[in-house]
């Protein structure tokens, strides 16, 4: 999956994620778990395109390892909110999927990005000072 597919697809789910919170009961737990999820669900498309526009590989793996956890985290959300009994299951499954789906996604490109980096090279310096062997 290209990038630009990428950014699409986690646009669209930053929109799914949008509708579901808008749907949510206007209670205290309705609203603070819509909250919550509205947070992580809409950053995940933003943090991508971040990504995207990383400066260095090491930017890229940290900037991907923020969508990871944002999408996880609304993944939770909606799982909580099935688990609360706030919606069933059957009306957030797809978008649960899409949550997981992206997880899934995400990880695999921190673990190659991380994978094919290159090795750190030692810091080289003098052991023993130039001053002490002079003789």
């Not at 971040?50 to 940290?62: L, N, V, W």
């Not at 939770?76 to 899934?104: C, F």
Request: hydrophobic share 45%; proline share 4%; net charge positive.
């Amino acid at each position: 999956m290209s990038p630009e597919e990428l950014k699409h697809r986690t646009k669209l789910f930053g929109l799914r994620v949008i509708k579901l919170v808008a749907a949510l009961p206007r209670s205290i737990i309705g609203q603070e778990i819509g909250r919550q999820l509205l947070k992580a669900g809409t950053s995940v498309g933003a943090n991508y395109r971040a990504a995207c526009r990383a400066r260095s590989r090491a930017e890229f793996i940290a900037k991907i390892g923020v969508v990871v956890e944002e999408a996880d985290e609304s993944a939770y959300w909606v799982e909580l909110i099935v688990a609360a009994g706030i919606m069933p299951l059957r009306r957030v499954a797809s978008l649960l999927q899409e949550a997981n789906e992206l997880v899934a996604i995400m990880s695999s490109s921190r673990v190659t990005a991380s994978a094919h980096r290159p090795p750190r090279r030692a810091a080289s310096f003098n052991r023993q000072s130039a001053i002490g062997n002079r003789q």
